[in-house]
């Protein structure tokens, strides 16, 4: 097994952010949001909204953690924040 780290940043919040720029297949993907967040992330596909009253996806809060497993393509994976230049780490297993 091989693991993967990345971070993924949202500049401006309201535009959701790929986990890769393109097609990356993973058996897992362990994802924490930053713990510098001043709010919560969104993590979904590239319809996923952190915004408070459209909420979309996986919500978590700073230094939360969440893994998702079974043949994943992180190019499909998207994160929003609610607050700009805010994101996640992550790290994957190939």
Known sequence: MMI????????????????????TLVSSVTVTALETNTGRVALGDL?????YGTERGLMLYPNQSEKLEGGLDLSTLYVDVVADDEGISWWAEV
């Not at 993967?4 to 890769?20: H, K, N, S, W, Y």
């Not at 319809?47 to 915004?51: E, M, W, Y």
């Open 4 to 23: 993967q780290p990345g971070r993924t940043i949202v500049q401006t919040a309201g535009d959701p952010q790929p986990l890769a720029l393109s097609t």
């Open 47 to 51: 319809t996923a909204s952190a915004a």
